[in-house]
C-alpha cells in the first residue's frame, strides 16, 4: 500500500427528516446564503423544509445554479454576499449546486484579480467561505469532498481545495423520490465510474480499499436497476444504499493509498464541455473503452474484478477479461446510458477536437502511469465509437 494521510471533516447527517438538523448545526448568528439549482427543490418540498428548519436564521437565497456550473452564472453571487455580509453558505441541490457553491465560497475570499485563476491557472485557494449541503441527488460524492467542477466558455475543469471541503451534509434518501429516471441513472452510474477510477488500476496490496471498492461496486450494480422498476424504485432502502454508496465512492476513503486513474472523467469532461453531455454518460461511454485500450497494464485488476465483482472464475485469462467488460457495459445499458460515441450522434469526424482540447487543458498524460498521452486517448475515443 502507498503512505497515505487521510481525513475527511464533513458530518454526515443520514436518514429521513434530516433536514431539520440544519437548525441547530449552523450558528444561528451565521447570515446564510441559500443556493439552488433551477427549482425542483420548490416542487418535492425540500425547500419548505431548509426554510422551516432556518426559520430562527437571517437566510438568502441564491437560484439558478445550472448543471455543470457555469463561472458567470455562480460570479453573480459575489455581488448578494457583499451587499448582505453573508458568511455561510447552504448548497441545495446535486453535484452541480454543490460544485458551483464551492466556487462561490471560494471566489469570494479570493485575492488574486480573477477566481477563474484558481481552476484554470492552478491559483492557490488560501480561504473560503464555511459551507454546508443538503444532497438531493446521489452521485458525484461532492457532499463530502473538497473537488468542484466549473465551465467557463466550454472548458469545464476541476479544481480541488481543503477549504471547500462541506462541514456537515445531509443525506435523506426520501428527497431523491422526485428525479427522474435519468437522474438516477445518472448517478448510478458516476458514483460506478469513481470506484472504478481508484480501483481498477494495478495492486499495491491495499486490501482494505480494494474490498470496500468491490463492495461498491456490488452495492451498485445491484440496487441500481431496482431504483428503475416500478416495484422497487420508491424503495427507501434501495434509494439509501444508493446515496450512501456514492457517498463513499468519492469522500477520500477508498483512493486512500493507492493508484488512481481518473483518465475517463477527464475525456468524459471534454464531451461534456464540447457536446453538453451529461456527465455520468460521457462515462459510460469512455470507461469501457478504457478498459480495452489499457487491458494489458490493467490486467491484474481486471482479473481480480471478474473474480471478486462477477464471479468469473471460469475460462483462460483473456476471456474471463472480455467477458467483465461486456458485463460492466450490460449493466451501463440496464441503466439506460450511452456506451458508444454513436449512441449520443458523434462520429470520428468529432475526435480530432477533443483531442485538441485535452492537449490545450494540460490533460496530456492520463492514468495511473501517467502514459494515457494526447494518443492514447485518441486509441480509446476511436474504441469509444
Ligand atoms: O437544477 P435543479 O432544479 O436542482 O435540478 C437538477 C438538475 O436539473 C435535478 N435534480 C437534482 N436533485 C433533484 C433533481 N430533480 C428532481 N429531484 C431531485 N431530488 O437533476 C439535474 C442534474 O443535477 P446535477 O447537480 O447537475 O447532477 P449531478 O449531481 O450528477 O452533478 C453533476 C456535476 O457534478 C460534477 C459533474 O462534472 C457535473 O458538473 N462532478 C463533481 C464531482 C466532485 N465535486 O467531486 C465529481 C464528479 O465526477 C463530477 O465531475
Ligand atoms: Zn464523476
Redesign the pocket.
Known sequence: MLNFSFQNTTQIHFGEGQIKVLSDAIPKTSKVLVT??????K??G?YDQVAAALSEHTWFEFSG?????KYDILMKAQDLIKEHDIDFLLAV???????GT?FIAAAALFEGDDPWDFVAKGAAVTKALPLACVL???????ES?S???V?RDGN?L?FMSPFVQPQFAVLDPS??????DR?IS??VV?AF??TMEQYLTYSVNGKVQDRFAEGLLQTLIEEGPKALVAETKNDLEVRGNIMWAATMA?NGLIGAGVPQDWST?MI??EL?GAYGI???RT?SIVLPAVMKVCTEAKREKLLQYADRVWNLTEGDEDSRVSRAIELTEEFFKTMQVPTRLSDVDLGEADIDGLIEKLTQHGMVKLGEHGDITPEVSRKILVTAL
Open positions: 439552488y439549482g433551477g427549482g425542483s427543490i416542487g418535492n425540500v445554479i445550472e448543471p455543470n456550473p441541490g446535486g453535484g452541480s449546486v454543490i460544485d464551492k438531493t441527488l446521489p452521485a458525484t460524492g461532492s469532498n473537488g468542484s467542477v465551465t469545464k476541476p428527497v431523491t423520490l422526485s428525479l427522474s437522474q445518472n448517478g458516476d465510474v469513481h468519492l472523467h468524459g469532461h461534456t451529461d456527465h455520468a462515462l
